[in-house]
C-alpha cells in the first residue's frame, strides 16, 4: 500500500514538474536563437559586447545543465511509479556487464583501472535490464568517490563472483571492490534511504542506490556493504533459482 501511494505521489510530482522544466528549457534555446540573430544584426560586436555575449552563453549553458539534472531526478522518480519487470530467467553474467560497461565507458577516468573478474559461463537468474541498473549505479558510485583521489594513486574497481550458501539456500554473490575512502560505519544503513548521499553536492542525486534497494527486494535478493581491508565491498546477492 505504501508503494502504491509513493508511485500515485511521485507520477504527479513528475508531471508537476515536466510542465515548468519544458518551459524553462523551451525559453533557453529561444533566447539563444534570438541571441544568434542579434549578433546578424549587429554585425562584428564590441570587445564589449563580444564578453557580454559570451557571459549570456555561460548562463544558459548552466541553466540548461540545471534543467537536466532536474529531468535526471525525474526520471528517477518514475522508477517509484513504474518500476517495470522483464522475464526473470538465466542471463550470462559477463555479457550483462558488458552491456554496463559499454553504457558507462565515457565515464571512467583513463586513471582508474577496472577488472571483470568472471568466469565464462557464470549465469544468474534475474530481471536483466533492471539488475544492470543496479550494477551501473554502483559503478558510477565507485567512480565518482576514486576519481578526486591524487593522480598517483592507483585507483582500482573490481568485480568479482562467487556462489554462497545462507539459510540452507543456494545464492549468488556478485562483488564490486574498489579501494576508495571507507563508508563511515554509522552511514552504511543510510545509503539506500532516497536522496542520501555522501558525494559531493552536485555529485550525485542520491536515488541509485533507493532503487538499487527496490530493485533487489523484486530479486527476493539485497545489498550488502562494508568495509574490508582498506577496501569498500558491495555485494548483490541473488537466489539462484
Known amino acids: 500500500e505504501k508503494m502504491g501511494s509513493l508511485g500515485v505521489l511521485t507520477t504527479g510530482i513528475a508531471h508537476e514538474i515536466n510542465n515548468p522544466m519544458n518551459f524553462i528549457s523551451g525559453g533557453l534555446h529561444a533566447t539563444h536563437t534570438l541571441k544568434n540573430e542579434l549578433l546578424k544584426l549587429d554585425g562584428k560586436p564590441s570587445v564589449k559586447k563580444q564578453a557580454l555575449y559570451e557571459q549570456m552563453d555561460k548562463i544558459m549553458d548552466n541553466t540548461l545543465e540545471g534543467v537536466e539534472r532536474i529531468t535526471d531526478i525525474v526520471t528517477s522518480l518514475n522508477f517509484f511509479s513504474n518500476p517495470g519487470k522483464a522475464h526473470k530467467k538465466d542471463h550470462d553474467l559477463n555479457q550483462l556487464l558488458y552491456s554496463v560497461l559499454l553504457n558507462i565507458e565515457k565515464k571512467i577516468p583513463y586513471n582508474i583501472n577496472l577488472n571483470k573478474l ?47 550458501q545462507k539459510e540452507n539456500r543456494s545464492l549468488s554473490c556478485i562483488s564490486f571492490s574498489n579501494n576508495g575512502p571507507p563508508i563511515p560505519e554509522q552511514e552504511l544503513n543510510k545509503i539506500y534511504d532516497p536522496f542520501y548521499t555522501l558525494n559531493n553536492a552536485g555529485a550525485g542525486k542520491g536515488l541509485g542506490m533507493a532503487i538499487s534497494y527496490m530493485i533487489m527486494q523484486e530479486h527476493q535478493g539485497w545489498i550488502e556493504a562494508r568495509n574490508e581491508n582498506d577496501l569498500v565491498i558491495f555485494d548483490v546477492i541473488l537466489p539462484e533459482s
Not at 127 to 144: G, K, M, R, S, T
Open 118 to 164: 568472471i568466469p565464462e559461463g557464470t549465469t544468474i537468474y534475474c530481471y536483466d535490464e533492471q539488475l544492470q541498473q543496479v550494477f551501473i549505479h554502483i559503478l558510477l558510485n565507485a567512480i565518482q568517490v576514486l576519481a578526486p583521489r591524487q593522480e598517483d594513486f592507483q585507483k582500482t574497481i573490481n568485480i568479482s563472483f562467487k556462489e554462497i
